[in-house]
């Protein structure tokens, strides 16, 4: 069984309670006492990224870490309406093309490794600016051999990303389930509960969560801003 599935949630039931906090300003990084045990990123960096580095200009820009090429072509212009609000229809190219997804394999030993392989990236290639407002939910699988619910990413197996116009896709964090619980949070934005506010199995075993959650769920970009206690907005 594959550790990591990937898929779109495309009925808006699922995400009517999640409210989004999208704190623009600064998105510095945090750093963690421990590092997770699935240190590997799923979706590479595209677009514009917090502390990236960039080189180009116009309708072109490479980012200097990773060697990603994004292109942004202007297709249409809408005039701006009442309030000011006004709609650009662009093209837009990344060439991280493809995306990780984690299974596993046999070693020649007889015991279970993760295994890589490399899958259609969720917004990589060619898109429409348009296209690339979604949400992604990322499911962490049990392994073969199941969880004994004993681990930190055993109970933590959601995360949530945006995806933006120019092709990023960036992890959203739980306001109040992040180290606040002080279960060994990796700060890798995965999370014991569901956006739906149901908890994972080994959630519900856990006293960390004693119940799913009802009403809104609020998500940050800038986790940094919501461990201090400074994040603003809907909190």
Known sequence: MSWLHRFWVSSPS????VTLGLLLGGWPLPTWAQQSPYP?????????????????????SIDVVNGNLKLAIPLASLP?????????????????????????????????????????????GWTYNFANYKLDLEV??????????????AARIFRVRVGLP??????????????????GYYGDGFY????????SLCARMSSHYPADL???LYYYLNYAQLRSGSATGPC
């Open 14 to 17: 699922i995400w009517r309670q």
């Open 192 to 199: 014991g509960i569901h956006p739906a506010g149901l908890r």
């Open 140 to 153: 962490r699988q049990a392994p073969s051999s199941g969880f004994t619910c004993t681990t930190t990413e």
């Open 166 to 183: 120019d092709g990023s896709m960036h992890t959203l964090h739980l306001r109040n389930y992040g180290d606040e619980l002080g279960d």
């Open 80 to 124: 701006a309406g009442r309030g000011g609000m006004s709609f650009d229809l662009d093209l837009i190219y990344n060439s991280q093309i493809y995306d990780i997804q984690v299974g596993e394999r046999t070693a020649p030993g007889g015991q279970l490794v993760n295994s890589q392989e490399l899958i259609s990236g969720t917004t990589g």
């Open 40 to 60: 590997l990123e799923t979706v590479p960096q595209r677009g514009f990224m917090p502390n990236s580095v960039h080189s180009g200009g116009g309708f072109d």
């Open 214 to 216: 009802t009403g809104r």
